[in-house]
T-cell receptor, first 114, second 113 residues
Framework: AQSVTQPDIHITVSEGASLELRCNYSYGATPYLFWYVQSPGQGLQLLLK??????LVQGIKGFEAEFKRSQSSFNLRKPSVHWSDAAEYFC????????????FGTGTRLTIIP | KAGVTQTPRYLIKTRGQQVTLSCSPISGHRSVSWYQQTPGQGLQFLFE???????NKGNFPGRFSGRQFSNSRSEMNVSTLELGDSALYLCASSSTGGSDTQYFGPGTRLTVL
């Protein structure tokens, strides 16, 4: 079955430490890939997206993500987190070739400790 | 450009009532999508409208309906409310839909008592 999976429900990271949030997908063809962030009480904001080409994608707020076809993964990274990065992060996909609706993973809640 | 706006931001209703939520997309955007967000089910796609036509639909009962006006503004209606309809309802707009970047509004928090 087609799916997008975020294995980590909750991650706690110290301020200044590096971060990696995992995302795996299961689709016949590589879908369009997105990462969104949702701060408490807010809507979702796009961090970055991958359609094709360079597998390392740069986004806003210092985030980047790497597409790995062999692992069906699109993991989000940040070298040094800030307290303001505490939020919920969603990986999302749009399948290629019909029925192009945005499907979200279950989200990863990020807590930053001093 | 102004972002996506949703009204009202908060709503409290009782079971059996109906509710209408409104979404104003970013100027020039013709696609509006609606999502339901709950702690148990996460973010689920409701439907997408493009140029006043429903182009895509998620797996929700017929109590959930929507429409889009000629100015691209969209409304979503839920009839015969159930307790399980309590959720954050998010609207997103994009130029053409599909893989085009979607911009989200702040959501409407619906509580059904």
């Amino acid at each position: 079955a087609q799916s997008v999976t975020q294995p980590d429900i909750h991650i706690t990271v110290s301020e200044g430490a590096s971060l990696e949030l995992r995302c795996n997908y299961s689709y016949g063809a590589t879908p369009y890939l997105f990462w969104y962030v949702q701060s408490p009480g807010q809507g979702l904001q796009l961090l970055l997206k991958y359609f094709s080409g360079d597998t390392l994608v740069q986004g806003i707020k210092g985030f980047e993500a790497e597409f790995k076809r062999s692992q069906s993964s699109f993991n989000l990274r940040k070298p040094s987190v800030h307290w303001s990065d505490a939020a919920e992060y969603f990986c999302a996909v749009v399948p290629r070739g019909g029925n192009e609706k945005l499907t979200f993973g279950t989200g990863t809640r990020l807590t930053i400790i001093p | 450009k102004a972002g996506v706006t949703q009204t009202p931001r908060y709503l409290i209703k009782t079971r059996g009532q109906q509710v209408t939520l409104s979404c104003s997309p970013i100027s020039g955007h013709r696609s509006v999508s609606w999502y339901q967000q709950t702690p148990g089910q996460g973010l689920q796609f409701l439907f997408e409208y493009f140029s006043e036509t429903q182009r895509n639909k998620g797996n929700f009962p017929g109590r959930f309906s929507g429409r889009q006006f000629s100015n691209s503004r969209s409304e979503m209606n839920v009839s015969t409310l159930e307790l399980g309809d309590s959720a954050l309802y998010l609207c997103a707009s994009s130029s053409t839909g599909g893989s085009d970047t979607q911009y989200f509004g702040p959501g409407t928090r619906l509580t059904v008592l």
